[in-house]
């Protein structure tokens, strides 16, 4: 499975931005899919997932009430929906598809992943 990733950008602080990330084929309804974000100098870290039928979304403190994560299977594609977007969301974004159901922060659950896509918010 191959994921592309787009949609990101550079935006002021307090803009918006959409990512969308297609899987080459049908991901299994089973497989969760998330977000992670790497910022120069930085480990990567877990933005959000969301599980199987769109359920169990999950997001990282540091995203909640500004992301929103949600998936299309008939497009085998995830988005994400970032709002007030912050000088310290800046970094590469990747998008994930789980080896399972699991939705969540643990990066050694997700099998496959995209090329990452930039995002640098401004002050």
């Known amino acids: 499975v191959q994921l592309q ?42 933005v959000a997932s969301i599980g199987w039928n769109g359920g169990l979304p999950s997001y990282a403190d540091s995203v909640k009430g500004r992301f929103t994560i949600s998936r299309e299977y008939a497009k085998s594609t995830v988005y994400l929906q970032m709002n007030s977007l912050k000088p310290e969301d800046t970094a590469v974004y990747y998008c994930a598809v789980a080896r399972s159901s699991y939705s969540g922060p643990d990066s050694t659950a997700y099998k496959y992943w995209g090329q990452g896509t930039q995002v640098t918010v401004s002050s």
Do not use: D, I
């Open 5 to 46: 990733a787009s949609g990101g950008g550079f935006v002021q602080a307090g803009g918006s931005l959409r990512l969308s990330c297609a899987a080459s084929k049908r991901t299994s309804s089973n497989n969760a899919m998330g977000w992670f974000r790497q910022a120069p100098g930085k480990e990567r870290e877990f």
